[in-house]
Nanobody, 119 residues
């Protein structure tokens, strides 16, 4: 069974920075995609950023130039460096790891980590 665990959430002032980390483990696999999503109360989860095993990276328009997704030092690890944070960035952030490729891929979600941007 694969488990995804996020860490690094917390309270930060507007304009500040925060780094989230993620690790997926539990069985031997290579994640085809690792991503970050976020969700606010009453809204659906939305994609923040994702990176593919072939090196492609995609960002949501609302974080371009402010957030950076990167692979960690270990297998199936990822980080999300967030800068110039705004109150609208307040959300629960979820990390995902995809097992397999294409439409049959299994997406495993973490439990989420809360980021609050407030003065």
């Amino acid at each position: 069974q694969v488990e995804v665990v996020e860490s690094g959430g917390g309270l930060v002032q507007p304009g500040g920075s925060l780094k989230l980390s993620c690790a997926a483990g539990g069985r031997d696999f290579d994640a085809s995609v690792m991503g970050w999503y976020r969700q606010t109360p009453g809204n659906e989860r939305e994609l923040v950023a994702q990176m593919f095993s072939d090196g492609r990276i995609e960002y949501a328009d609302f974080v371009k130039g402010r957030f950076t997704i990167a692979r960690g030092n270990g297998k199936n690890t990822a980080s999300l460096q967030m800068s110039s944070l705004k109150p609208d960035d307040t959300a629960v952030y979820y990390c995902t790891a995809d097992i397999g490729n294409g439409p049959l891929a299994l997406r495993v979600w973490g439990q989420g980590t809360l980021v609050v941007v407030s003065s």
